[in-house]
Nanobody, 118 residues
Framework: QVQLVESGGDLVQPGGSLRLSCVAS????????MSWYRQAPGKQREFVAS????????LYADSVKGRFTISGDNTKNAIYLQMNSLKSEDTAVYYC???????????WGRGTQVTVSS
């Protein structure tokens, strides 16, 4: 089992910045990829960014490229999402996901609310 706890969500004005954190505990050595997803009201959950734990490799959705940066700290069992130049359309609940390729299982956190509004 893996437990994920997100934090850092807040209300921010357009153009502002936020940094989200996701800390993993439990069976952390089984995690191959950690990702951020988001879900806006009335919309499906969508991919934001991912971090390959073994290779420090990052992938981004086109909608956030150049504005968001994902990073990882294996010593803290954590990933972060630095979000700059925030737009109203970034408003959503942001979820952390951990993938265990051996077990073919995904773990999800409970999410943290990000609201971009003036």
């Amino acid at each position: 089992q893996v437990q994920l706890v997100e934090s850092g969500g807040d209300l921010v004005q357009p153009g502002g910045s936020l940094r989200l954190s996701c800390v993993a505990s439990g069976k952390i050595l089984s995690i191959n990829v950690m990702s951020w997803y988001r879900q806006a009201p009335g919309k499906q959950r969508e991919f934001v960014a991912s971090w390959l734990t073994s290779g420090d490799k990052a992938l981004y959705a086109d909608s956030v490229k150049g504005r968001f940066t994902i990073s990882g700290d294996n010593t803290k069992n954590a990933i972060y999402l630095q979000m700059n130049s925030l737009k109203s359309e970034d408003t959503a609940v942001y979820y952390c996901k951990a993938e265990d390729w051996t077990e073919a299982y995904d773990y999800w956190g409970r999410g943290t609310q990000v609201t971009v509004s003036s």
